[in-house]
């Protein structure tokens, strides 16, 4: 069975400082991989992903992750934040099978922006 | 083009009572998703539909919490009755397929929730 650890449930951090969020998955066969960000009160919106190729991603938002596959990781960065960047992130990981596909959701990190 | 819409937004009930949620989905999407995120967690998938027909409802508690999708539209999700640890966002999701098909999974796409407060 897939699971994914987020690493930090909380991430405080100054406003145009660089942020990492960390996230580590277990499976025992290949995955996508993907960010999601949920903003107060609303739905999930995807960030990014990761289904092959180039193991850096680019999201929108200015956000990027790189897929570590021997590392089990694949950490969420922005080189320099904005307060509106100030919501909850989400890892999540999928099969690579043909079939059902079933998003596997990491207990998300909190994202504070100070000025 | 319009996004996944859900009704009511906000709910508090007491516990044993029953209570219902509504989602339509993005237009032309064949797969429907309701998935339960309890506070200070991530979104646990409860049920999956293709079309009018269950794909996944393993994590489904079914002796409390029932859903339909008649006709392959919209959705509800009943719980009867409610218990305490009821109390989340229950989020809405829908996506052109279900399959990954060709090494491309499909994006799902996600409603504002439902808040329900069991009291």
């Known amino acids: 069975a897939q699971s994914v650890t987020q690493l930090d449930s909380q991430v405080p951090v100054f406003e145009e400082a660089p942020v990492e969020l960390r996230c580590n998955y277990s499976?025992?066969?290949?995955?996508?991989l993907f960010w999601y960000v949920q903003y107060p009160n609303q739905g999930l919106q995807l960030l990014l992903k990761y289904l092959s190729g180039s193991t850096l991603v680019k999201g929108i938002n200015g956000f990027e992750a790189e897929f570590n596959k021997s590392q089990t990781s694949f950490h969420l960065r922005k080189p320099s934040v904005h307060i509106s960047d100030t919501a909850e992130y989400f890892c999540a990981v999928s099969d690579r099978i043909q079939g059902a596909q079933k998003l596997v959701f990491g207990q998300g990190t909190r994202l504070t922006i100070n000025p | 083009e319009a996004g996944v819409a859900q009704s009511p937004r906000y709910k508090i009930i007491e516990k044993r009572q029953s209570v219902a949620f509504w989602c339509n989905p993005i237009s032309g999407h064949a797969t429907l998703y309701w998935y339960q995120q309890i506070l200070g967690q991530g979104p646990k998938l409860l049920i999956q539909?293709?079309?009018?027909?269950?794909?996944?409802d393993s994590q489904l508690p079914k002796d409390r919490f029932s859903a339909e999708r008649l006709k392959g539209v919209d959705s509800t999700l009943k719980i009867q009755p409610a218990k305490l640890e009821d109390s989340a966002v229950y989020l809405c999701a829908s996506s052109l397929r279900a399959l990954v098909v060709a090494g491309e999974p499909n994006e799902q796409f996600f409603g504002p929730g439902t808040r329900l407060t069991v009291l």
């Open positions: 539909f293709q079309n009018n027909g269950v794909v996944d």
């Open positions: 499976s025992s066969v290949s995955v996508y």
